[in-house]
């Protein structure tokens, strides 16, 4: 009863540097997400892949890149992590982009110094 | 475009005390609605859901109907615990389109 797995858990990055965070779900699902965390701000949507193959732009896209490597893994990179940039990172999955719930992760705790 | 309005608390209760957090919602389609617990340190966990009007969500002795004539789906529990202590969100989708949540509710149980 894996679900949606992240990895790592904990992260801590000098500005500038870069990272992938990987996010890989066992449920057979066609659509993806990555979300971030802040206090006070909610869940918005980073990025998202309806299905394999296709991704796309949510709500704060700017300095992050994804990559839907197959059907079950989804990763999310940040090419010149920005202390902006600290927060927490969440995976999600569902069936389809549909009315269909999401699935998390226990999430990415990340930190920019 | 969509949206959701949530109470933002904190909500502070007695423990066995009765829980309402507030949900509405505005959607140009017919969307399912959800409610997600997040407890400290972990992901969001799915509460309960329902995906038609008048439908009713239960579950872990929470309730929430889906009201389409007030756009509301607001959550109950008729006698809190201090384990239930968390931050809840009121989330909606429809086809085609993205998750929209709420900006969560903490929920804080005392003894």
């Known amino acids: 009863n894996a679900g949606v797995t992240q990895t790592p858990k904990f992260q801590v990055l000098k500005t500038g540097q870069s990272m992938t965070l990987q996010c890989a779900q066992d449920?057979?699902?066609?659509?993806m997400y990555w979300y971030r965390q802040d206090p006070g701000m909610g869940l918005r949507l980073i990025y998202y892949s309806a299905s394999e193959g296709t991704t796309d732009k949510g709500e704060v896209p700017n300095g992050y890149n994804v990559s839907r490597l197959n059907k079950r893994e989804f990763s999310l990179r940040l090419e010149s992590a920005a202390p902006s940039q600290t927060s927490v990172y969440f995976c999600a999955s569902s069936a389809d982009l549909s009315n269909q719930p999401q699935h998390f992760g226990d999430g990415t705790r990340l930190s920019i110094l | 475009g969509d949206s959701v309005t949530q109470m933002e608390g904190p909500v502070t209760l007695s423990e066995e005390a009765f829980l309402t957090i507030n949900c509405t919602y505005t959607?140009?389609?017919?969307?399912?609605l959800f409610w997600y617990v997040q407890y400290p340190g972990e992901g969001l966990q799915l509460l309960l859901k329902?995906?038609?009007?008048?439908d009713k969500g239960s579950n872990k002795g929470f309730e929430a109907t889906y009201r389409k004539e007030t756009t509301s789906f607001h959550l109950e529990k008729g006698s809190v615990q201090v384990s239930d202590s968390a931050v809840y969100f009121c989330?909606?989708?429809?086809?085609?389109?993205?998750?929209?949540f709420g900006p969560g509710t903490r929920l804080s149980v005392l003894p």
């Open positions: 959607a140009t389609g017919y969307p399912s």
């Open positions: 449920m057979n699902h066609n659509s």
């Open positions: 989330a909606l989708a429809d086809y085609g389109q993205n998750f929209v």
């Open positions: 329902a995906t038609k009007a008048d």
